[in-house]
């Protein structure tokens, strides 16, 4: 006999298992999958850290979800007792003109967003470990800071089975068959039957939605631990997160000394690289190791102590870089909630919210029409 569920969410990394979570509160039966285990190490969501940040200079479109992405989180960290979101403030450094530092002010300015303008010698009396070149400057978000992946996604789960759904780990989906009644889903230990679903598998997403096949690019990321030289001022309340923008050589983040390992530091997409979602992720390697001891030697010197851990991630990135949430063209009963190009984590608490609308409602009164299969 087929089971039988009223949604089923395939894919449990941050986007899925919140889905999942906030199905089962609503009470619908539900069931996730997920091929692997819960923040593996072959998704984005695993890391120890992830930015948030409530001025957006990606576009200021994004910052009405933001608002409620925070509340969701505070409501989540209520709900589970513990921490998962840190305020810290998150510094965007660069030319005043310069994507990030104009993007954030315009973005703060629009939405009346609290922030402040600091020059480098403001800079330097306020945040040491950072060195900024004579042009430069600072703009702080205050209500910035940092969210704990791992907590993130093993607290949704936990809710979700609190809350009734039924979690499938280690059981890839193959294959989804839509028709006018729900969806066929066959697993690599069977056959299920939903009457909606959240596709939601990352950088396997083509693999069940053939229109991404071109359009969302799995790549190679990379990141790097440092111990830093001045522990006094790489403490979170020296050093907020930063982002850093370095015009054409593209732009870098980073997170103070919130862990035993220290410094954390990435270069927003790294170089680019496709690799193949089906592999392991390329090992770090000396090109790696250069740019990332570079940048830090040169823009975070309080910070440039010994390299203590490094490791790669993946993205996987539409030509826009926007996130796509919206139903598969055609098929009312797929959701399609995938890529999020390499800055989607801090929105899990109001995606999830949103894909349970669209699977339920098969609308939401949240702002995502840039999020469509129109815009990929």
């Known amino acids: 006999m087929t089971a039988s569920f009223d949604v089923a969410v395939i894919g449990l990394g941050a986007m899925g298992s919140a889905a999942l979570a906030f199905l089962a509160a609503r009470g619908v039966k539900a069931i996730g999958f997920d091929a692997h285990f819960p923040a593996h190490a072959l998704s984005s969501s695993h890391g120890d850290s992830r930015l948030i940040r409530l001025g957006y200079f990606e576009d200021p479109s994004y910052v009405p979800l933001l608002k409620r992405a925070y509340q969701n989180w505070r409501s989540l960290e209520a709900r589970l007792r513990t921490d998962i979101l840190t ?5 965007q450094i660069g030319a005043p003109d310069g994507k990030i530092v104009s993007g954030t002010r315009s973005s703060c300015e629009l939405h009346g967003l609290a922030h402040e303008v600091l ?3 403001e800079m330097a009396r306020r945040f040491p470990a950072f060195q900024l070149d004579d042009h430069e400057i600072g703009l702080l978000d205050p209500q910035g800071g940092y969210l704990r992946p791992e907590a993130a996604v093993m607290g949704y789960l936990r809710l979700a089975a609190e809350d009734g759904a039924v979690l499938h ?7 989804i068959e839509p028709d006018d009644a729900g969806v066929t889903i066959t697993s690599e230990s069977g056959r299920y039957r939903a009457g909606k679903i959240v596709v939601a598998t990352g950088s396997w997403i083509a693999e069940l939605v053939p229109q991404l096949e071109k359009a969302a ?4 990321q990379v990141v790097a631990w440092y111990q830093p030289q001045d522990g006094f001022a790489t403490q979170p309340q020296r ?9 054409a050589e593209g732009s870098y983040f980073g997170f103070p ?5 220290g410094v954390k530091i990435g270069k927003h997409a790294h170089f680019r690289e496709p690799i193949d979602p089906n592999k392991p992720n390329p090992p770090v390697n000396d090109a790696d190791r250069a740019l990332l001891d570079g940048f830090i030697k040169k823009r975070v010197p309080g910070a440039a102590g010994l390299r203590m851990k490094e490791t790669t991630c993946r993205y996987t990135m539409l030509p826009s870089e ?3 949430l919206d139903h598969m063209p055609g098929e009312k009963n797929i959701v399609v909630a995938s890529p999020c190009s390499g800055h989607g984590f801090k929105f899990t608490s109001v995606v999830g919210e949103i894909l349970a609308d669209l699977a339920l409602d098969g609308q939401t009164d949240l702002p995502i029409n ?4 129109a815009k990929v």
């Open 257 to 261: 000394a919130i862990g035993v390992d």
């Open 169 to 175: 780990f280690g059981e890839k989906v193959t294959a």
């Open 370 to 373: 840039a999020f469509s299969f």
């Open 322 to 324: 926007d996130f796509l």
């Open 119 to 121: 020059d480098k010698a």
């Open 87 to 91: 305020i810290t403030g998150v510094l």
């Open 217 to 220: 690019v799995p790549i190679r």
């Open 239 to 247: 050093m907020p997160c930063f982002l850093r923008d370095e015009g």
